[in-house]
């Protein structure tokens, strides 16, 4: 069973600080790896992906992939009370149609 | 921009009925799935479908079953609706050569 953990949280942050989310997955053959955000009563948006080791910066979003260690991670600099949600982590393996999903991270920032 | 479209946002039915959910695409997208999100549970993946006509089990299929006739619609199909099936239902597409999964808007369905 492929799985992927995240920490439920809350995770409380005031505003204008790095929020630091992270997410380890357990299929090695994992490729593909993404970041949504879910407002409460809303769908998961898409918001990064990123496919290789490293860093990948869009905005004030930066996702980081460690293959090795199987831990994928997004921070988010500056953070608003807007982006105050829950951050959906999925992953796709190789040949796979489907991603799978954590059970998300709830983050809120504190004006 | 990629539109997934749900026919209903919010749905009531009694318990023993049959209930269909909608999904339509306008991206051409050969993937669609239908998961649940419950409180605690997550996103948990009810059916797949990588073409017309065909569908895969996901993680917990009993009590569904899944219709794709067409390429941009794929409906979900609760035979006889139960209590337990009181839930958050998301409909998402990804085109086979991309990665990315969009979702649409959500139905949540209450069965009394």
């Known amino acids: 069973q492929k799985e992927v953990e995240q920490n439920s949280g809350p995770l409380s942050v005031p505003e204008g600080a790095i929020a630091s989310l992270n997410c380890t997955y357990s299929?090695?053959?994992?490729?593909?790896f993404f970041w949504y955000r879910q407002y409460s009563g809303k769908s998961p948006e898409l918001i990064m992906s990123i496919y290789s080791n490293g860093d990948k910066e869009d905005g004030r979003f930066t996702a980081q992939l460690n293959k090795a260690s199987q831990y994928v991670s997004l921070l988010i600099r500056d953070s608003q009370p807007s982006d105050s949600a829950t951050y959906l982590c999925a992953v796709k393996g190789a040949g796979s149609y489907q991603l799978t999903f954590g059970k998300g991270t709830k983050l809120s920032v504190i004006p | 921009d990629v539109k997934v479209t749900q026919s209903s946002r919010y749905l009531v039915k009694r318990t023993g009925e049959k209930v269909f959910l909608e999904c339509v695409q306008d991206?051409?997208?050969?993937?669609m799935f239908w998961y649940r999100q419950d409180p605690g549970l997550g996103l948990r993946l009810i059916y797949f479908?990588?073409?017309?006509?065909?569908?895969e089990k996901g993680d917990i299929p009993e009590g569904y079953s899944v219709s794709r006739e067409k390429k941009e619609r794929f409906s979900l199909i609760l035979e006889s609706a139960s209590t337990n099936q009181t839930s958050m239902y998301l409909c998402?597409?990804?085109?086979?050569?991309?990665?990315?999964?969009?979702f649409g808007q959500g139905t949540r369905l209450t069965v009394v």
């Open positions: 991206m051409d997208h050969e993937n």
């Open positions: 299929d090695r053959g994992s490729q593909s």
């Open positions: 479908s990588y073409d017309v006509k065909m569908k």
């Open positions: 998402a597409s990804r085109a086979t050569h991309r990665q990315e999964a969009f």
